[in-house]
């Protein structure tokens, strides 16, 4: 316990640097980020604090766009026990979301009836990775569940406390037995 312990505070060490050395303001819980909306809103992640997050970097133009109907069912599914998916477009993995926020919120509404909250465009790899993902990539951090984002629809499940619980890569599906038994497990009723 102490050796985790050591390593999570070295994590975030690390992770305080690097913000600051970018001019950037430490952070030592996802809730301390503050992101753009689709819509250009300030949105507290904070105000999120006691719900399960379902966090995804989505694209419009991949393989696995088709997912945004299985995060919207989920949505549907599990928000009255308290899910809420916050889906990042990200033009990170051959250009396949190149539009605006406007093209996006359009695409995504009229193809695939999303109604969770979806943020401006960030980068979620390379030099210039946003801090959100650099923390939650951080495997200092979070040693389970960190490492490089390697695809669109890259997933992260996080508890009600704002830890990562889980991450899933692009190849399981929304709709997958067990992303589904996590989220029972979080969200328990029904």
Known sequence: MRRRTWWHWLGGLI???????????PVSSL???????????????????????????????????????????????????????????SNDFMGQEPGTEAEIKQFCTLNFGVT???????SVKGKSIHPLYAYLTDK?????????????FNKFIIDREGRVVARFGSRTAPEAPEMAAVLDRLLPGE
């Open 31 to 89: 809730y301390d980020f503050t992101m753009k909306d689709i819509d250009g809103r300030e949105v507290k992640l904070s105000d999120y604090r006691g719900k399960v997050l379902l966090i995804v970097n989505v694209a419009s133009q991949c393989g696995f766009t088709k997912q945004y109907a299985g995060l919207e069912a989920l949505y549907q599914r599990y928000r009255e026990r308290g899910l809420v998916v916050l889906g990042f477009p």
């Open 116 to 122: 969770f909250p979806l943020f401006a465009k960030i």
């Open 15 to 25: 992770m305080a640097g690097t913000l600051m050395a970018r001019g950037e303001s």
């Open 140 to 152: 200092s951090i979070h040693p389970e569940h960190g490492g490089p984002i390697s695809w669109n």
